[in-house]
């Protein structure tokens, strides 16, 4: 029987003879884009990335609550991870961001300097900090192998996502250099209202298809109402 590792040093190995010079620095190069690693012993495996998981929903719907929620399981369960957040106009958190786009400057500095409403400078803070996305992959690459998850909490602005160049230049970002995971946060209570329940729905199928990442539908305040009509009615599109 081979493992996965035996066919891999297999086929390094016929490169190695097959190839050289230039050709030869060229595989190992792509090789190291795919991050696998020889280790001392010889064996060779695939270096560990955390799972980056995109919280996105409408205004309100719950995002920060659910991260929350999900930070605390994760630190109970001797989880790894990192929280990201990319909310300029959040007055506080309740977890501990590790990158905080906070940090690099005020959105009301944004609105000012840009003359914008407050959802302009959310956007437009976000699309400055997506010219420096790559210094915080970097950051995550650095300590990949320490880290199983990665959570992103992001502003109720849904458009940033549907429609804006920052939404496509963070989740391509993250997409490219590890698997990514988009949650959809859903207030159940006012989706019962078949309206917003479809705007609901249309959104999500807009940031399906335009980011093309897995899509979980997280169908938030069940405390407040139940959430099997919304399952019903997935259920009959096979969803
Ligand atoms: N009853 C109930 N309330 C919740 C739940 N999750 C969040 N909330 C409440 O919903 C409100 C909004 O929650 P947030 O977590 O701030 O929502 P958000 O999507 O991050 O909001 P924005 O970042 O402003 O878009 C708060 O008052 C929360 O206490 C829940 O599961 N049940
Ligand atoms: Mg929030």
Known sequence: MFDGACVVDFLLLVFALKLKGKEKEEVIKSMEKLNVDKSSSGQISFKRKPIIVIVVGMAGSGKTTFLHRLVCHAQASNIRGYVINLDPAVMTLPFAASIDIRDIGCYKEVMKQFNLGPNGGILTSLNLFATKFDEVISVIEKRADQLDYVFV?????????????????????????????????????????PVTFMGNMLYACSILYKTRLPLVLAFNKTDVAQHQFALDVLFIYGV
């Open 153 to 193: 909490d992001t502003p109720g602005q849904i458009e940033i996502f549907t429609w804006s160049a920052s939404g496509a230049i963070i989740t391509k970002a993250f997409a490219s250099t590890f698997p990514t995971v988009v949650t959809h946060v859903v207030d159940t209570p006012r989706s019962a209202s």
